[in-house]
């Protein structure tokens, strides 16, 4: 790694910024070292930090960085077959993919799950010197094909092995996120997902795809054969664990209909409406006085009685209610 990636790299843990240790460098390379947050150790091995903690790798996240290490020089020989067999380019499939990211010449990109780096080629052929691309795995023997294949683009390029569930970046640092098959492995997808639009700063996109069965072929015959093959085209699309800050948030399934992708573009926390806006038509009020006003239940005989005095009154419920109920309220507290 650069000496100076420690502008970006956090603690995966606290947040806080890291300090460099006991360090061998090769002129600007940090290739054997140690990274420091106050309780926290990171080594840095073969030119990479490595932020990933054993106690991190559970269930499917433990399965999957030994798998890929056992693979990683072979991996490169075989994905094509997951292409291959729906018939499509996989060329065409990654690139179709990283056009959702909407990139410039000078984006900062995160790739999470980079492997051997097939994506990693693709998003740097969109990138000139001041653009930037970090890649993150679970695998260090993954990533070791990865920085091969990159190091001949002029852009900034930064590998680390981590968590997704921890990433050990600053916030908002990054214009796009993308992630092609990795969120499977997640230990827990809902802090991934949060993590994710942690790191890209409002009015970036994040994109994540992985493998599924959609609803309406898990009866089918092509459904059922994929899924007895990989119990994971059984598991659920996460939409309901996006975090409250995408926005246009889209949905589709690609790849022989079997694998979602999701897009998204970073906004600031919750969205916000003008529930303020005054309603026209006989009820009146607004979505804030609908919401915050709600009052006790009345008979059915006063609440007839109510809305054939609005009428007559011509006034909306929420007007004659509101101003009644005022009225009444102001004029009993003024008699304590």
């Given at each position: 790694m650069k000496e100076n990636?420690l502008?970006?790299?956090?603690?995966?843990i606290?947040?806080?910024?890291?300090?460099?240790d006991?360090?061998?460098?090769h002129?600007?390379?940090?290739?054997?070292g140690?990274?420091l947050a106050?309780?926290?150790?990171?080594?840095?091995e073969?030119?990479?930090?490595?932020f990933?903690?054993?106690e991190?790798l559970?269930g499917?996240?433990h399965?999957?960085?030994?798998?890929y290490?056992?693979?990683?020089e072979t991996y490169?020989?075989y994905v094509?077959?997951?292409?291959?067999?729906?018939?499509e380019?996989?060329?065409?499939?990654r690139l179709?993919?990283?056009?959702?990211?909407?990139l410039?010449r000078r984006?900062k990109?995160l790739?999470?799950?980079?492997?051997t780096?097939?994506d990693?080629?693709?998003?740097?052929?969109n990138?000139?010197a001041?653009?930037?691309?970090?890649?993150?795995?679970?695998?260090?023997?993954?990533?070791a094909?990865?920085?091969?294949?990159?190091?001949?683009?002029?852009?900034r390029t930064?590998?680390a092995v981590?968590?997704?569930?921890?990433?050990?970046y600053?916030d908002?640092?990054f214009?796009a996120?993308?992630?092609f098959?990795?969120i499977?492995?997640?230990?827990?997808q809902?802090?991934?997902?949060?993590?994710m639009?942690?790191v890209?700063h409002?009015?970036?996109?994040?994109?994540?795809?992985?493998?599924?069965?959609?609803p309406?072929?898990?009866d089918?015959?092509y459904?059922?054969?994929l899924?007895?093959?990989?119990?994971?085209?059984?598991d659920?699309?996460?939409?309901?664990?996006l975090p409250?800050?995408a926005?246009?948030?889209?949905?589709r399934?690609?790849l022989g209909?079997?694998?979602?992708?999701?897009d998204y573009?970073?906004g600031?926390?919750?969205p916000?409406g003008?529930?303020?806006?005054v309603?026209?038509?006989?009820?009146?009020?607004?979505?804030?006085?609908r919401?915050?006003?709600?009052?006790?239940?009345?008979?059915?005989?006063a609440?007839?009685l109510?809305?054939?005095?609005a009428?007559k009154?011509?006034?909306?419920l929420?007007?004659w209610?509101?101003?009644?109920?005022?009225?009444?309220a102001?004029?009993d507290?003024s008699?304590?």
């Amino acid at each position: 790694m650069k000496e100076n990636a420690l502008e970006v790299y956090r603690c995966p843990i606290t947040g806080e910024r890291l300090h460099l240790d006991a360090a061998e460098k090769h002129g600007d390379e940090v290739v054997r070292g140690v990274l420091l947050a106050r309780d926290q150790r990171y080594v840095v091995e073969g030119d990479m930090p490595v932020f990933l903690r054993t106690e991190q790798l559970t269930g499917t996240a433990h399965f999957a960085r030994n798998y890929y290490a056992s693979i990683a020089e072979t991996y490169d020989d075989y994905v094509h077959v997951t292409f291959d067999l729906y018939n499509e380019s996989e060329r065409e499939v990654r690139l179709g993919l990283i056009e959702l990211l909407n990139l410039n010449r000078r984006s900062k990109v995160l790739e999470i799950s980079a492997g051997t780096g097939k994506d990693s080629e693709l998003i740097l052929d969109n990138l000139d010197a001041d653009g930037e691309l970090w890649l993150l795995d679970l695998s260090s023997d993954m990533l070791a094909h990865a920085k091969e294949k990159i190091a001949r683009y002029p852009a900034r390029t930064e590998a680390a092995v981590g968590d997704a569930c921890h990433l050990p970046y600053a916030d908002n640092y990054f214009d796009a996120l993308y992630c092609f098959a990795g969120i499977g492995h997640f230990t827990d997808q809902r802090m991934a997902l949060k993590e994710m639009a942690r790191v890209v700063h409002p009015g970036g996109k994040v994109v994540f795809a992985e493998k599924n069965v959609p609803p309406w072929l898990r009866d089918t015959e092509y459904g059922k054969i994929l899924i007895n093959n990989n119990p994971m085209f059984a598991d659920e699309n996460p939409l309901a664990l996006l975090p409250v800050e995408a926005r246009n948030a889209g949905i589709r399934w690609i790849l022989g209909n079997v694998h979602y992708v999701v897009d998204y573009t970073v906004g600031e926390g919750e969205p916000t409406g003008n529930f303020d806006l005054v309603l026209p038509g006989h009820r009146g009020g607004s979505f804030n006085t609908r919401y915050f006003g709600k009052l006790e239940g009345v008979s059915a005989e006063a609440k007839a009685l109510y809305e054939k005095a609005a009428r007559k009154r011509e006034m909306s419920l929420y007007q004659w209610l509101d101003s009644t109920v005022r009225e009444k309220a102001l004029k009993d507290l003024s008699e304590d």
